[in-house]
């Protein structure tokens, strides 16, 4: 079993900076994929970021050059540095680990962008 913690939302203003962080309880997971997801109240959840055991990464097209994902060194933490945020940035994110044939999500945090 592996348990995602997240950290790191809260409120900004338009243009703003945040860091989200997430720590795998299992070390297996670093043989496995990490990423971030999005939620906003009506739409469906949404991939924002994902990056595998081997460092490649992926991004929604909507986040590329103001989103990074990335990883510490064990490989079991994953962290989304979320730069010049737009008030459409708000939504819950939920942090994702996959490691064959299981799936894991954390328990989300809040990302409000606004003024």
């Known amino acids: 079993q592996v348990q995602l913690v997240e950290s790191g939302g809260g409120l900004v203003q338009p243009g703003g900076s945040l860091r989200l962080s997430c720590t795998a309880s299992n070390r297996i997971i670093s043989f496995g994929d990490m990423g971030w997801y999005r939620q906003a109240p009506g739409k469906q959840r949404e991939l924002v970021a994902r990056?595998?055991?081997?460092?490649?990464?992926n991004y929604a097209d909507s986040v590329k050059g103001r989103f990074t994902i990335s990883r510490d060194n064990a490989k079991t933490t994953v962290y989304l540095q979320m730069n010049s945020l737009k008030p459409e940035d708000t939504a819950v994110y939920y942090c994702?680990?996959?490691?064959?044939?299981?799936?894991?999500w954390g328990q989300g945090t809040q990302v409000t962008v606004s003024s």
């Open positions: 990056i595998g055991s081997g460092d490649s990464t």
């Open positions: 994702n680990a996959f490691f064959f044939p299981s799936q894991y």
